[in-house]
């Protein structure tokens, strides 16, 4: 029969013998390790004026909002895709074809989709940066400007009614959703 301890079994079997120490490869180095992997939990800073803020920076803010965008869009438009090919598909279709209508349809519309989000979190980022800076203030005003502004610009091209309708949607999301988190913060204890 087999020593169990060879094999592992559990940590309550394994009884140090008396007069005998486990061994440790590392206890004669003097290598400061605790220097090494001891890392500080707290952000660091290149300056001491970014210590201060309480938000992130336009870069951050930037690439976090296109990011979103683009990967909510991309997956919502993926959805839209498949849930077309699938309605599109015909009786007489081989398995072949299906999965190529489905797989074109949701690229096809996740790109489409995933695009005008980005484009969306890119302006609104932009201008909601540029009113931080501009009114030297971190506020709801802000976002609601940046909303206004964001749904404006990206209809602009369709005339300026379209524009201002787009521009007071945009403002209305942006106001309800800085409501809903204020609610949020108040009465859900988190």
Request: net charge positive; glycine share 14%.
């Amino acid at each position: 029969m087999a020593d169990p301890r060879i094999f592992g079994g559990d940590d309550g079997d394994r009884r140090q013998e008396p007069g005998r120490r486990l061994y440790n490869p590392y206890q004669d180095l003097q290598i400061p390790y605790r220097n090494l992997y001891d890392l500080p939990t707290s952000p660091e800073f290149l300056f001491q004026e970014e210590s201060v803020a309480q938000r992130r920076s336009w870069g951050e803010n930037l690439t976090y909002y296109t990011g979103v965008g683009y990967l909510s869009g991309a997956v919502a438009g993926a959805g839209l895709g498949l849930h077309r090919a699938v309605r599109a598909a015909e009786p007489g279709d081989t398995l072949k074809i299906r999965i190529n209508r489905v797989l074109n349809s949701s690229g096809q519309d996740g790109r489409r989709i995933g695009n005008r989000l980005g484009v969306i979190g890119l302006l609104y980022a932009g201008l909601e940066s540029g009113m931080v800076v501009v009114r030297d203030s971190d506020d709801w005003i802000n976002s609601v400007a940046a909303g206004l502004g964001t749904g404006a610009l990206f209809k602009a091209a369709n005339g300026p009614r379209s524009a201002a309708v787009a521009g007071a949607i945009g403002g209305l999301m942006v106001g309800a959703a800085v409501a809903g988190k204020q609610v949020l913060k108040r009465y859900v204890p988190i």
